[in-house]
T-cell receptor, first 110, second 114 residues
Framework: GQSLEQPSEVTAVEGAIVQINCTYQ??????LSWYQQHDGGAPTFLSY????GLEETGRFSSFLSRSDSYGYLLLQELQMKDSASYFC???????????FGKGTRLSVIA | DAGVIQSPRHEVTEMGQEVTLRCKPI?????LFWYRQTMMRGLELLIY????????DSGMPEDRFSAKMPNASFSTLKIQPSEPRDSAVYFC????????????FGPGTRLTVL
């Protein structure tokens, strides 16, 4: 079987930095994606890590360590609009669909 | 370019009624997915299609659920008969080139079964 673990909720202050972790157990791991979903909205793609290391896109960065079966999403200079749910999703080898975690609800407070 | 289109956006029905949800994927995308999202269970993959052919329907909860994709630009998810526990947000998503590639989600249909 396979599993993805991420915290259910995280709260952070506007302007701060927050890290949302994702650990996974799966066979045939290929890569890790992150999606953002605002309340009442649809999930939208943020980033993908196929290799170990850090991928940066503006205020958002995503990190992967295959040896630790671990990744995280880093949000810097937090803004109120970053309040949303964030999902990690595993890509396995082979022609199979993404497997989504249960999501982390981020609340940004003033 | 239009994204994934879903209709209706909201549906309220009574237990026992038939419900049909509709989806138009992004033109050119060859994979289509149906998801159900609830607070308790998160985002669950119900079924996905490749080139209009159902590939994996192991996530369909029971025989009351069925999905079709008669052509590349249209898919339906039907629940018959509906039950209160089916209340959820149903998302359709599409991708190009592989089921593991970036998925583009529609706005969802919020279903309430009374």
């Amino acid at each position: 079987g396979q599993s993805l673990e991420q915290p259910s909720e995280v709260t952070a202050v506007e302007g701060a930095i927050v890290q949302i972790n994702c650990t996974y157990q799966t066979s045939g791991f290929y890569g890790l994606s992150w999606y953002q979903q605002h309340d009442g909205g649809a999930p939208t793609f943020l980033s993908y890590n196929g290799l170990d290391g850090l991928e940066e896109t503006g205020r958002f960065s995503s990190f992967l360590s295959r040896s630790d079966s671990y990744g995280y999403l880093l949000l810097q200079e937090l803004q109120m609009k970053d309040s949303a749910s964030y999902f990690c999703a595993v890509r396995n080898s082979g022609n199979t669909p993404l497997v989504f975690g249960k999501g982390t609800r981020l609340s940004v407070i003033a | 370019d239009a994204g994934v289109i879903q209709s209706p956006r909201h549906e309220v029905t009574e237990m026992g009624q038939e419900v049909t949800l509709r989806c138009k994927p992004i033109s050119g995308h060859d994979y289509l997915f149906w998801y159900r999202q609830t607070m308790m269970r998160g985002l669950e993959l119900l079924i996905y299609f490749n080139n209009n052919v159902p590939i994996d329907d192991s996530g369909m909860p029971e025989d009351r659920f069925s999905a079709k994709m008669p052509n590349a630009s249209f898919s339906t998810l039907k629940i018959q008969p509906s039950e209160p526990r089916d209340s959820a947000v149903y998302f359709c998503a599409s991708s190009f080139g592989g089921p593991y590639n970036e998925q583009f989600f529609g706005p969802g249909t919020r279903l309430t079964v009374l």
